[in-house]
């Protein structure tokens, strides 16, 4: 079987798209190109050798979680389970949570936890985006960071912490809603 998703080393993820959903976002030092994953300047290996390198046993339903949450970008942990058992039959809830942790320890997902709303995973975690959230509809999109490479983790007075991350979620409208809100 054949996986849809491939990663070259721990700073590279697949293809996303931008926050209008055009165009391949680049990720570190290398980029993913339309549905051919087709990738520039690295080696590629596959997921079960990315769980190995990070000394994680490969299961199949690790396998499974990881590939739902790369297909549905900002996906809940009910979601996937969803996910999981229509591909491979029966998964316990707990299960799924189990592999997800497993997955977000070693940096392989990224878990995002918007105020008021269930967790959400991601595949995107090489660098320090943010997010839009629909007050409306709950859709949850990807914003790269205004300027520069991560310009969000200069605090104006970082009160001696060494910062390493940042997070930042955007609430407001997504256009379909703002569109719909117009036409009511």
């Known amino acids: 079987m054949t996986s849809k998703w491939w990663t070259a080393s721990p700073s590279v993820r697949p293809r996303t798209r931008n926050a209008k959903g055009s165009a391949p ?100 975690v090489s660098d320090n985006h943010h997010h839009a959230i629909c007050r409306s509809c709950g859709q949850m999109a990807d914003v790269d960071c205004a300027v520069g490479a991560a310009p969000c983790l200069t605090a104006a007075d970082d009160m001696g912490y060494q910062i390493d991350e940042a997070e930042v979620i955007y609430w407001g409208q997504c256009p379909e809603c703002v569109q719909g809100a117009r036409s009511a």
């Open 25 to 124: 976002v680049q990720h570190g030092a290398s980029f993913w190109t339309h549905s051919s994953l087709t990738r520039v300047s690295h080696v590629l290996t596959s997921p079960a050798d990315d769980l190995r390198e990070r000394g994680l046993r490969v299961t199949a339903q690790r396998l499974a979680v990881l590939r739902a949450v790369a297909e549905d970008p900002h996906v809940t942990a009910d979601t996937v389970a969803e996910n999981v058992r229509s591909e491979m039959g029966s998964i316990s809830l707990q299960a799924v949570y189990d592999a997800l942790g497993a997955l977000t320890d070693v940096g392989m997902i990224r878990r995002i936890q918007p105020s008021g709303s269930p967790a959400r995973f991601e595949t995107r």
